[in-house]
């Protein structure tokens, strides 16, 4: 045969509402884990200033704790972080072949526990920024 | 399972072998073909009457692509309206259309009995086998497409000669330097060694793993799961021995082996002769660690 028809790239990324538990998990795991490394970097610009001098230290964070985005993307980096540590725990497992059957159910878990432990955690992260 | 027979409509045009001797024979052998089209013609507008008065009938919606006929180049979906059955697979609504609307429709298919491996299909959004899928299971219209992440030679075949080198690569073939003594001594396998590879012998090539496969269509060495489950077939047959096993394990850990996975268990998913191929897969992990890893 002269030609054959390559469906390309577009085509590709189109079949992602195609995908299954295990394929989700692996794009929410793969995603947690390099927004946990981004988040080391600021973790580590803010937690510097300390160098500085204690009230530097002191202002940056409640300047930064004031702040409404702030308080959300606190509660985004524990939805990320939890779900990465629980998905990664369920991949361990996955690893060591023990519960394979339940993979897609333990994903769902996984997502399930992470919005719980979201929705409980936004009154501590959000007191105090309307006041 | 595809239980029905084909309506098979007997082929009369043999003309074209048996060498017309005289004008009087010619002219019986143009009536007869005069005869058979106007037969088949019939037969067609018939059936086409009879799909379109019957209340159950099923939609499938499917690609269409042919690179050798000018208007054909752009690939498109056609719709067809497939009188239903009681058991009707994917496939057999395929033949029916292929058979009574548009002969040029083209698919791989031998067995009809999910042995031969030639029909995976990319049916509704998933990779399945049509001869084993029942067309009751579906939600209308059935969209039928070629395997993803292959391509397309026409309409829904695609080519498999890359799925067909990575099964070669890990070396399909039972082999050993582990000769019983006797020459006439049989190569026994234990009831248990048999029941651990008995999942994986059941392998048909039918390539809806490879085509699931995220990680496959991103690293096209990846050997895939169908090759590696295959290589699991061999590397777990303990008359194989020790020397092969650490042969095949060295294919195995290779960069483009199983260390490709990444569990997404896509694969396992879709195989229709339901091997769970991410468990093989992890167990060779295991394997290869437990082989390089020697603390003890
Ligand atoms: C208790 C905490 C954690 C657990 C249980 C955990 C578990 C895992 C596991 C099992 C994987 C491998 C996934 C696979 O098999 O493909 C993984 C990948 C990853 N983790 Fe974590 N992790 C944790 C914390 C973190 C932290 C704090 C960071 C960021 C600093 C992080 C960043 C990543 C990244 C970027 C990947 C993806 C690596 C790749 O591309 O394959 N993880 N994690
Ligand atoms: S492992 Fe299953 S899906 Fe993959 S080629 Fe073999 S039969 Fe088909
Ligand atoms: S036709 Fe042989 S497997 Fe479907």
Redesign the interface.
């Known amino acids: ?7 390309g790239l577009i ?2 990324f189109g ?1 992602w ?2 995908f ?4 989700w ?2 794009v929410f795991h793969k995603f947690t884990g390099w927004v946990l490394v981004g988040y080391l970097f600021t973790h580590i610009a803010v937690l510097s200033t300390a160098l500085q001098s204690p009230d530097a230290y002191t202002t940056t964070i409640q300047s930064l704790e004031s702040l409404l985005v702030v308080r959300i993307l606190e509660v985004g980096l524990l939805s990320v972080a939890v779900f990465h540590i629980l998905n990664g725990l369920r ?1 361990l497992f ?4 023990v519960g ?1 059957e339940a ?2 159910k333990s994903f769902y878990a996984s997502l399930l526990l992470t919005g719980a432990i979201a929705v409980a955690s936004v009154p501590t992260f959000l007191a105090g920024v309307f006041g | 399972m595809s239980t029905q027979l084909p309506d098979q409509t007997e082929d009369e045009s043999s003309a074209g072998e048996a060498e017309p001797t005289s004008a009087a024979q010619e002219r019986r052998m143009a009536k007869k073909r005069e005869r058979a089209a106007e037969r088949d013609e019939k037969r067609q507008a018939e059936e086409a009457e009879a799909a379109l008065a019957d209340e159950e009938t099923y939609h499938l919606k499917v690609f269409r692509y042919d690179p050798e006929i000018e208007g054909k180049k752009e690939p498109r979906f056609d719709d067809f309206h497939v009188p239903y059955h009681k058991g009707m697979t994917v496939l057999d609504a395929l033949m029916y259309a292929r058979d009574t609307y548009d002969s040029s429709l083209t698919f791989r298919h031998s067995c009809r009995q999910a042995v031969c491996g030639s029909d995976a299909m990319f049916v509704n959004g998933r990779q399945r086998l049509c001869c084993k899928t029942q067309l009751s299971d579906l939600e209308e219209p059935v969209r039928i497409e070629p395997l993803p992440h292959a391509e397309v030679v026409k309409d829904l075949v695609v080519d498999m000669e890359h799925f067909y080198d990575q099964m070669e690569a890990v070396e399909p073939y039972f082999q050993t330097n582990d000769l019983p003594d006797g020459e006439l001594e049989e190569q026994r396998q234990s009831r248990e060694n048999r029941e651990k590879v008995k999942m994986s012998t059941r392998c048909i090539w039918c390539g809806a793993c490879m085509s699931s496969c995220n990680i496959a269509a991103g690293d096209n060495e990846y050997l895939g799961p169908a090759a590696i489950n295959k290589a699991y077939r061999f590397t777990m047959d303990e008359r194989e021995g020790e020397d092969m096993k650490q042969q095949r394990l060295e294919i195995l850990e290779q960069e483009h082996g199983v260390w490709r996975c990444q569990t997404q268990f896509s694969c396992t998913e879709v195989c229709p002769k339901d091997i769970p191929l991410t468990e093989h897969i992890q167990e060779l992990k295991r394997e290869a660690v437990k082989n390089n890893l020697k603390f003890w």
């Open positions: 045969m002269s030609q054959s028809y390559n469906r085509e590709d079949r509402r195609e299954s538990a295990g394929m998990a692996w991949l996955v690893d060591l072949g394979l993979q897609d």
